[in-house]
């Protein structure tokens, strides 16, 4: 395992997306190849959301053997089904549901207007994805895990300061005090999000540059939570040229 960390840097926010959606369908195709199948891990945001139509959109989506691909989610949003702020409809509407990809394979987290209450539904997403585990653990093969990085150095649903970024116990998290609405969200927990082969964070405009930048000098976990996020075997920060304004050069790479 290398623990790798990259820094590939894209002109503009239009060139990130596609370059991103390209690399998924390539690793996707690869990983497919060599594992059989695999778990990917979805983010919300405007981004994420572009990089999902982009990858609706290749010529080349359907060289992805779908029928094999498990997808999750990070975290969610804790409102009706069918809010639009939710993670879920967004990536449905931007790509899974015009994807030939079983019912079956998708792990949504639960909605606030369904059957079970926000502890009730951290602890199925749990239980879940401990049914999906292999090799005696309690999660999936997480294969690539896409994460969006707020302004403040948020990750999925974990903000500084909060301690849902400390905790090293559970893989599902609720979290009551979002400082970014709806106050109420799932989340997986940083070990949980740790636990994937590659972590692929992908960010755009000039109001992430400080917390990448502290992030990759060494901050806190705790101050800048993306600081404290790292695959087990790559860790790659996709960015715009704007976000990369405080990264040293020494670190980053121009995509191509």
Same mark, same amino acid.
């Given at each position: 395992?290398?623990?790798?960390?990259?820094?590939?840097?894209?002109?503009?926010?239009?060139?990130? =997306?596609?370059?991103?959606?390209?690399?998924? #369908?390539?690793?996707?195709?690869?990983? /497919? $190849?060599?594992? !059989?199948?695999? $778990?990917?891990?979805?983010? !919300?945001?405007?981004?994420?959301?572009?990089? /999902?139509?982009?990858?609706?959109?290749?010529?080349?989506?359907?060289?992805?053997?779908?029928?094999?691909?498990? #997808?999750?989610?990070?975290?969610?949003?804790?409102?009706?089904?069918?809010?639009?702020?939710?993670?879920?409809?967004?990536?449905?509407?931007?790509?899974?549901?015009?994807?030939?990809?079983?019912?079956?394979?998708?792990?949504?987290?639960? *909605?606030?207007?369904?059957?079970?209450?926000?502890?009730? =539904?951290? =602890?199925?997403?749990?239980?879940?994805?401990? @049914?999906?585990?292999?090799?005696?653990?309690?999660?999936?093969?997480?294969?690539?895990?896409?994460?969006?990085?707020?302004?403040?150095?948020? #990750?999925?649903?974990?903000?500084? $300061?909060?301690?849902?970024?400390?905790?090293?116990? +559970?893989?599902?998290?609720?979290?009551?005090?979002?400082?970014?609405?709806? @106050?109420?969200?799932?989340? /997986? *927990?940083?070990?949980? %999000?740790?636990? *994937?082969?590659?972590?692929?964070?992908? %960010?755009?405009?000039?109001?992430?540059?400080? +917390?990448? !930048?502290?992030?990759?000098?060494?901050?806190?976990?705790?101050?800048?939570?993306?600081? !404290?996020?790292?695959?087990?075997?790559?860790?790659?920060?996709?960015?715009?040229?704007?976000?990369?304004?405080?990264?040293?050069?020494?670190?980053?790479? *121009?995509?191509?």
């Amino acid at each position: 395992m290398t623990h790798e960390r990259r820094v590939l840097v894209h002109a503009d926010r239009a060139a990130l =997306a596609a370059s991103v959606a390209a690399r998924f #369908i390539t690793t996707a195709v690869d990983l /497919l $190849h060599e594992e !059989g199948d695999i $778990h990917v891990v979805l983010t !919300g945001g405007s981004v994420a959301t572009e990089v /999902l139509e982009a990858v609706n959109a290749s010529a080349a989506r359907d060289t992805v053997d779908w029928q094999h691909v498990n #997808i999750w989610w990070g975290d969610e949003r804790w409102l009706p089904y069918s809010d639009p702020e939710r993670n879920e409809l967004q990536a449905r509407t931007a790509l899974l549901d015009d994807l030939d990809i079983p019912a079956e394979n998708i792990h949504p987290f639960a *909605s606030s207007d369904g059957p079970l209450d926000l502890d009730a =539904a951290a =602890a199925a997403y749990a239980e879940e994805l401990e @049914a999906a585990s292999n090799d005696g653990t309690v999660l999936p093969r997480f294969d690539i895990t896409f994460l969006g990085v707020g302004p403040d150095g948020h #990750i999925a649903s974990l903000f500084p $300061h909060l301690p849902g970024i400390r905790e090293d116990t +559970a893989n599902v998290l609720t979290v009551l005090n979002s400082p970014k609405p709806p @106050a109420e969200r799932l989340t /997986l *927990s940083r070990p949980a %999000l740790n636990s *994937s082969r590659c972590i692929w964070l992908v %960010l755009a405009g000039p109001d992430k540059a400080s +917390a990448l !930048g502290l992030a990759l000098a060494g901050a806190s976990r705790d101050e800048v939570p993306v600081a !404290g996020i790292k695959g087990r075997r790559y860790t790659n920060f996709f960015v715009d040229r704007e976000a990369a304004a405080e990264v040293p050069e020494n670190l980053t790479a *121009s995509s191509f």
